[in-house]
């Protein structure tokens, strides 16, 4: 079993994982499964099993994190809310999962399952930031009122199609 906290900094970056593709303003991530990125750049790119994921920071939070807009570029879809930059975690072949907020706001943050090869996302309804991955699924726990959730499969999340 592995656990994350998602408030948790990376003690380095992994930078053999970046490219620039622009000197200042765009970097280019492949994330690994399972293993949480944290985005403090302008703008990113992040590949992951054959698709990308666009992100182009729009506010920094008061606690400093970037908070970014995000898209879709392989289907050309936008998504309807916007991402935190920090502890992106990616799973299966398929799903981000992301804190997220409304646009143009900066709360309340919930986490969102998003399908980036099918262009689809499920809201979690909470703000999950300590996750346990396990053989059998994920553990998914909010660290400030302990409310939890197990995922085995996705298969009984609302989708809503982009």
Request: charged share 25%; net charge negative; hydrophobic share 35%.
């Amino acid at each position: 079993m592995r656990q994350i906290d998602m408030h948790d900094k990376p003690a380095n970056k992994i930078e053999n994982k970046t490219e620039e593709r622009d000197v200042d303003t765009e970097k280019f991530y492949v994330a690994e499964e399972g293993v949480p990125l944290y985005i403090c750049d302008q703008n990113a790119v992040i590949a992951y099993y054959g698709s990308e994921i666009e992100l182009n920071r729009t506010i920094v939070s008061s606690r400093g994190d970037g908070i970014y807009s995000a898209r879709l570029p392989l289907l050309d879809v936008t998504l309807p809310f916007w991402v935190y930059g920090r502890g992106l975690l990616f799973l299966d072949a398929y799903y981000l999962l992301a804190e997220t907020v409304n646009n143009n706001t900066w709360s309340p943050i919930t986490s969102v399952m998003i399908d980036i090869h099918r262009g689809k996302y499920a809201g979690l309804e909470h703000r999950y930031s300590r996750i346990s991955v396990e053989e059998k699924g994920i553990e998914l726990k909010n660290g400030h009122d302990g409310h939890s959730l197990r995922l085995q499969d996705v298969h009984g999340l609302k989708w809503i199609r982009l």
